[in-house]
DNA sequence: CTGAAAGCGCTTACAG
DNA sequence: CTGAAAGCGCTTACAG
């Protein structure tokens, strides 16, 4: 019964951020009779064995005779037995935490990933700790380094942009954080790495494009500072080239990725003459801002100009008209990466996924139509 | 020079996942000679005292002599000395870790609410932990309560709609894991909660279409399985009665808080006779809905309709028209929740926020605008 | 294939 | 106001 007063609202003592000392300063122990959950020594007694041999068993050691191995799983089973993360983490030197240090602008992107990331820790030991941060500040590089050291991190994964920086991977190896980096292209080992091959689903938006008839294309990128634009750009630009046509970089203009850079890139490409007659925007977001400026321009879509995004994230279906764009299984890269990372320890090391099962693919909606006639 | 091959690919032995002990099957100990961190003793030695009082200036005990604890602070900035949070764990019987229970179907929701955690999270020793769930799943409440009871949560934050959920707080005060729940109105002790007062929003949605001069004005509901969805009524229905107006149950359709059931419900309003001249939608993807089947019959909007949604999420501002709506303060709304978890302890116990603050509020822009002429 | 001892880096429970 | 001893629940480093 004196439960309540150690479980109630006050919880002095609980924690370290309240300063109290409960037993220097009010003597009475209080110690809650819920039941203890068991630890490893209470497997180890109930099946007559060292509590080094459990270990071997919740560790997945082949040294391990199968019906010792068979007794303390069953006791396991039994009493619901669960290894402490905590105490694990501290033996191990290393917490059974995956952190995702991320630096992106699109929300969708960010929970597509973290769903993603835990699908492929279901039914492992780890727990996903996010960390945003900010790539442009002086500080960034300093401020993973102390994420990663202190809390000890198993491993990272980094999406883009934040996998861009090579100045990570050295401080990454340094604290023995093992690492994913998704991109757009190969920056590193091939099993550190998730690529997600951008140049291809441009490509296709450009053969789309063709194949409607357009000839005078305009291109939205992103930030140059994004590996993920020059990858866009140059998959579009190659494709095209291979039928002939010409992205010249009078009609390549460099967007921030955002819906209002989006805008502003297409009022001055809609303002020339003669006008393109189809824009690929490097992302969903900038091509919704392309379909506002042609809206004021008074420039329809898609029977005046045909619009194709990069992403087909919600956004694409709910403006209007809906957008054309290249879809990026982003959940699933998630889940490989996660997979990845996890394996990449003892001798499942070297584990390929299938680079084909997340390649971009052309989704095609009502932004896009053939070209007008001259 | 053994440290590459420690340090390398392989890794073997660094982690439970790979099952080889290094030291049984390889005899010789390899130990990479990478500066160690330094640890409480060093920082005890160094200042010449015990490590309980190096732990006592750790966390801010005020049992310790000013002097004393000048000395320490000297020696643990001089070194950089930060206390391992998994020891720190163990030791507490409670890991320095926050979760983030949720079961919301808004991408921009999950990360500005996490966002704003993170924002109140900052300086303090916890990490983010984010654990989606699934709400009607058989298995929900057994899933939170081993994610809880296995990490030993410092505590967690319920957003809608798995804040709503009754049997949770039982659990989680079992398991000694605090608790901040965040809903729209006030569902336990005023500590453990953050009210976000959605009727007033709805509200503010009520008069704006009033004073444009609506009277045959309709609303589309979010699922009654959520508290807000019934606020957001409640609170448009009681400031419409104010002004005499009526909100028939007739001219009340439930949708899901989804896109495509924004468009199913649009439909069967639009196709009514005498059509409403407003309708006001329970978030901002329903709202979007609202506009695509306007489109397909041929209403205008703002012309024929007005259309107001509530969040004021990005999608507001991509739609065409961008939508009048009521903007709430998420990320602020997850700083305080992280705020009061974190001060939940010791006695900073019961400090409150500025309920004010929080307030959701009208965003006017071009969905609305005067009610036809009959 | 198995185990006894020591240790991971902290805090608790006392004692002074 | 301060400290020595024990302990949190695991794994490592040996030894057999």
């Given at each position: 019964?004196?439960?309540?007063?150690?479980?109630?609202?006050?919880?002095?003592?609980?924690?370290?951020?309240?300063?109290?000392?409960?037993?220097?300063?009010?003597?009475?122990?209080?110690?809650?009779?819920?039941?203890?959950?068991?630890?490893?020594?209470?497997?180890?007694?109930?099946?007559?064995?060292?509590?080094?041999?459990?270990?071997?068993?919740?560790?997945?050691?082949?040294?391990?005779?199968?019906?010792?191995?068979?007794?303390?799983?069953?006791?396991?089973?039994?009493?619901?037995?669960?290894?402490?993360?905590?105490?694990?983490?501290?033996?191990?030197?290393?917490?059974?935490?995956?952190?995702?240090?991320?630096?992106?602008?699109?929300?969708?992107?960010?929970?597509?990933?973290?769903?993603?990331?835990?699908?492929?820790?279901?039914?492992?030991?780890?727990?996903?700790?996010?960390?945003?941060?900010?790539?442009?500040?002086?500080?960034?590089?300093?401020?993973?380094?102390?994420?990663?050291?202190?809390?000890?991190?198993?491993?990272?994964?980094?999406?883009?942009?934040?996998?861009?920086?090579?100045?990570?991977?050295?401080?990454?190896?340094?604290?023995?954080?093992?690492?994913?980096?998704?991109?757009?292209?190969?920056?590193?080992?091939?099993?550190?790495?998730?690529?997600?091959?951008?140049?291809?689903?441009?490509?296709?938006?450009?053969?789309?494009?063709?194949?409607?008839?357009?000839?005078?294309?305009?291109?939205?990128?992103?930030?140059?500072?994004?590996?993920?634009?020059?990858?866009?750009?140059?998959?579009?630009?190659?494709?095209?080239?291979?039928?002939?046509?010409?992205?010249?970089?009078?009609?390549?203009?460099?967007?921030?990725?955002?819906?209002?850079?989006?805008?502003?890139?297409?009022?001055?490409?809609?303002?020339?003459?003669?006008?393109?007659?189809?824009?690929?925007?490097?992302?969903?977001?900038?091509?919704?801002?392309?379909?506002?400026?042609?809206?004021?321009?008074?420039v329809s879509i898609p029977h005046d100009l045909s619009v194709v995004g990069y992403d087909d994230f919600q956004i694409a279906e709910r403006v209007w008209p809906p957008l054309t764009t290249i879809h990026t299984p982003t959940r699933e890269i998630g889940r490989i990466a996660a997979d990845q990372l996890i394996r990449s320890t003892g001798d499942a090391h070297g584990i390929r996924y299938d680079s084909q099962a997340i390649l971009p693919t052309l989704v095609v909606r009502e932004s896009s139509g053939p070209a007008p006639a001259e």
């Amino acid at each position: 019964m004196t439960q309540d007063v150690v479980r109630g609202a006050s919880r002095a003592g609980r924690s370290p951020a309240g300063w109290t000392e409960p037993t220097e300063d009010h003597g009475a122990q209080r110690v809650s009779e819920r039941a203890r959950r068991p630890t490893i020594n209470d497997i180890a007694r109930l099946a007559r064995v060292s509590k080094k041999t459990v270990s071997r068993v919740i560790n997945r050691s082949p040294l391990v005779r199968e019906d010792t191995r068979e007794r303390i799983n069953a006791v396991i089973e039994e009493t619901g037995f669960v290894p402490d993360p905590t105490a694990r983490g501290l033996a191990f030197r290393r917490a059974f935490l995956i952190g995702m240090i991320y630096d992106n602008p699109t929300p969708q992107y960010v929970v597509n990933m973290q769903q993603g990331l835990l699908d492929g820790m279901r039914d492992s030991d780890y727990e996903l700790v996010v960390h945003p941060c900010n790539r442009a500040s002086p500080d960034f590089v300093t401020d993973v380094r102390n994420f990663v050291e202190r809390q000890k991190l198993f491993g990272v994964v980094l999406p883009p942009s934040v996998s861009e920086d090579d100045r990570l991977p050295p401080i990454l190896r340094e604290n023995d954080c093992a690492y994913i980096r998704i991109a757009s292209v190969a920056l590193d080992e091939p099993d550190v790495m998730v690529v997600t091959n951008d140049h291809v689903g441009a490509a296709a938006a450009a053969r789309h494009l063709l194949a409607l008839g357009h000839r005078r294309i305009a291109h939205i990128s992103g930030l140059m500072t994004f590996r993920s634009a020059h990858e866009r750009r140059r998959g579009f630009s190659e494709a095209l080239a291979a039928q002939g046509v010409k992205l010249t970089s009078k009609n390549v203009l460099e967007g921030a990725y955002t819906f209002e850079s989006g805008i502003e890139c297409a009022k001055v490409l809609l303002a020339r003459s003669p006008r393109p007659t189809a824009i690929f925007a490097g992302n969903d977001e900038m091509a919704a801002g392309v379909l506002v400026a042609a809206r004021q321009a008074g420039v329809s879509i898609p029977h005046d100009l045909s619009v194709v995004g990069y992403d087909d994230f919600q956004i694409a279906e709910r403006v209007w008209p809906p957008l054309t764009t290249i879809h990026t299984p982003t959940r699933e890269i998630g889940r490989i990466a996660a997979d990845q990372l996890i394996r990449s320890t003892g001798d499942a090391h070297g584990i390929r996924y299938d680079s084909q099962a997340i390649l971009p693919t052309l989704v095609v909606r009502e932004s896009s139509g053939p070209a007008p006639a001259e």
